[in-house]
């Protein structure tokens, strides 16, 4: 049990995390298991990535790479169904993410355990919203991610 956390505490987070691996899974069309994710904020932005924990992996590996590339696309259009639908709630930076999305930019990039999306803005506003959202992916997918832009 993590050092502050009462038993009954413990025992919500395990039962929220095992909450989000199940809708992840369904959201995201791969094994939360078997699969890596990581939130890196940048000073212009930041980087989602989805790697398969197992090279040979290849079933897995397709469904990242089919999934980050709709990501890519419905981001673009102001559409974040799938983390709401993985969440159970939307993230903190969507609702400015959707407001701003014409200064937002999403690129896609296969990598060889799986793919990433790049996001980026020269806008001040845009880039706040942006490492909110993926500050909580960090909290909620507990990657150990940075929270410090660039790091």
């Keep these: 049990m993590p050092p ?5 505490d413990h025992l919500k987070q395990i039962q929220k ?13 791969f094994d939360q298991d078997r699969t890596a994710h990581h939130f890196l904020l940048a000073p212009d932005g ?10 040979s992996d290849e079933m897995n590996r397709k469904e ?17 169904a799938k983390p709401f639908a993985t969440h159970g709630e939307t993230p903190p930076g969507v609702e400015a993410m959707r407001d701003l ?5 999403y690129r896609y990039e296969q990598t060889p355990l799986g793919g990433r999306v790049r996001i ?13 959202f993926l500050s909580y992916q960090i909290r909620e997918h507990a990657t150990g991610d940075s929270l410090t ?3």
Excluded: C, N, Y
């Excluded at 995390?17 to 069309?29: Q, S, V």
């Excluded at 990242?64 to 974040?80: M, S, Y």
């Design 17 to 29: 995390d095992a909450e989000l691996k199940k809708r992840g899974a369904a959201a995201m069309g």
């Design 101 to 105: 999305q014409r200064v937002i930019h």
């Design 46 to 55: 930041g980087t989602i990535d989805v790697a398969v924990k197992e090279p």
């Design 64 to 80: 990242i790479r089919a999934h980050l590339k709709e990501i890519a696309r419905d981001f673009t259009r102001g559409d974040f």
């Design 4 to 8: 502050g956390m009462s038993h009954e």
């Design 149 to 151: 832009p660039g790091k």
């Design 120 to 132: 980026s803005s020269s806008d001040p506003a845009a880039r706040t919203a942006i490492h909110e």
